[in-house]
Structure formats: C-alpha cells, structure tokens
C-alpha cells in the first residue's frame, strides 16, 4: 500500500486493478499514457469542482474516480509488466498524484469561496494544504512497506466528495486533516519499531 491510504484502498484499488490487467493483457498502453489520462481526468475534475454547482460537482466526482482509478492502473500496470522504468514512473505517479488531488480539493473549496463568499472556505483550504505539507515531511523516506492509514487521496476526498454529500465542510475537512496528521506520526512510529526489530525477525 502507498501513502494515499483508505479512499484509494477502498475505492480505488478494487476497480483499478482489473483496468490494469485488462490493459496488460490485451492492449499496449503503457503506464505514461494512463498517467497522462489520470492527469487530464483530474485537471478536468478540478474544473468542474471550481464551478461548484450541484451538476457540476456530480460531473467533477465522476472524472475525479475515474483519474483516480487511471492513476493507481498506471502504477500498477508497470509492475505487473516489471517495467524497467517502474521507479520513474513511481516518482512520476507520486508527483502527479499529489497535484491532481490537491488541485481537486483546492477547486473545490475555492468554488464554494467563489459561490458563497464564505471566508472559511480559504481557510480551510490552506489546512488541506499544511496538513499534506506537514504529512509529507514526516513520511518522506520511510519504506514504502509501511502502511498508512490516511493520507493525502483522504484529505481530498473529504473536500470533493463528503463535504459536498453532506454540507457539511468545516467538520468534514477538519476531522480528515487531524486524521492525516495523526497518520503521519502512527507512520513514523510504526517505522521506529520497525526498525528496532531485531534483524532475525520473521
């Protein structure tokens, strides 16, 4: 598992993994091309969120699954294929990934400012913001076998999905940004520990 944590685990990998064997097996995407596409799903949704209308956010949430689906396929399809450039593509992934989700959250809030005027939207909007910047530097180096789990997918989960389903952004979005944070520090210390272990660990 990846830093992305529950929303990718739970909604994202269960779809994208038949998409990425399917790709492996009958076409010769290759895992840049889906990155391209996630990418350009996600810019599309992010557009979509900005014009914060009930339509519009329904069109953002469907192009915003779909690129998250063609992000995770991309990844996956490079190591199902063991794909020498994997590693680029990892990297390339991870850069594009933390882009796209938080253009998608920002779109979002800034949508809701720009309908309502409501300053709390800016304000939550920087929290999306340092709490994915804080989360960043405490997991940044950690072996990737060491799960999370919340993460950065979670917090723009909370403001393209929950908050617009429920109403109710400031609790929504306040409640994933802890939950990211403590993540992050149950992350290093599961790291510790793990370290700690001794080497003749089964």
Known sequence: MTRD???SARAIDPLAGPLARAVVDRTPVTPAQL?????LLCMAAAGGFLQAGRLWWAIGAVLYLAGGVADRAALAVAELRADRDGRFYRWLREALTRCCFLGC???ALLGQFARTEDPVYPLLAVLVVGADLVFRALTEGLP???PVRFGLAD???AACIAGPLTGLYLPVIVVAAVAVLCS???TV???WTFAAEPATRT
């Open 35 to 39: 990155t391209a596409v996630a990418a």
């Open 5 to 7: 944590g529950w929303w």
């Open 155 to 157: 917090l723009a989960f």
């Open 105 to 107: 959250a920002l779109g």
């Open 184 to 186: 992050g520090l149950s």
């Open 189 to 191: 210390h599961r790291a």
């Open 144 to 146: 990737a076998s060491v």
